[in-house]
């Protein structure tokens, strides 16, 4: 994807993938970012970015468990520290819930990511950028 985040449009279709309710009522999943910082060194044509990415899920009935599953998984593949490192466990997933009827809630969930963006010079003087994998080690590339 060129011009924004991967890794919030991942994870959103990655939970419509998995939760009917999300992918029939998509207007029920907000998404946004918090919190940016970027990470480079000088002269190079690659950063980092780290962020928080808030996520509300309103008027959900079948409890976060549901939701918390399918985003576990998609937290091991696309970031596997907040599962693998005892300092991201600490505060890198969080939620907090509104009871709003008996039979629904509104979720919000806190994630701490990370994106490696390598940026390309193309022949007319522009860039393309290539969002990279995690990295085989887990501190990063910076």
Known sequence: MGG???????LRAALEAALPELRNNPDRLTMWTEDG????RPG???FTLHYTLKLVVIEYGRGIESIL???LDWVAVNEPPLLQNPEARADGLSFR???ISHSAEDIEITLKLSERVKAVKDAAGGFAFEYLGE???PPGMF
């Open 4 to 10: 924004t985040m991967n890794k919030p449009h991942a």
């Open 37 to 40: 910082q970027l990470a480079t």
């Open 44 to 46: 190079e044509l690659h």
């Open 69 to 71: 599953l399918p985003l």
């Open 97 to 99: 819930s509104e009871i």
């Open 135 to 137: 990295p085989e080690d």
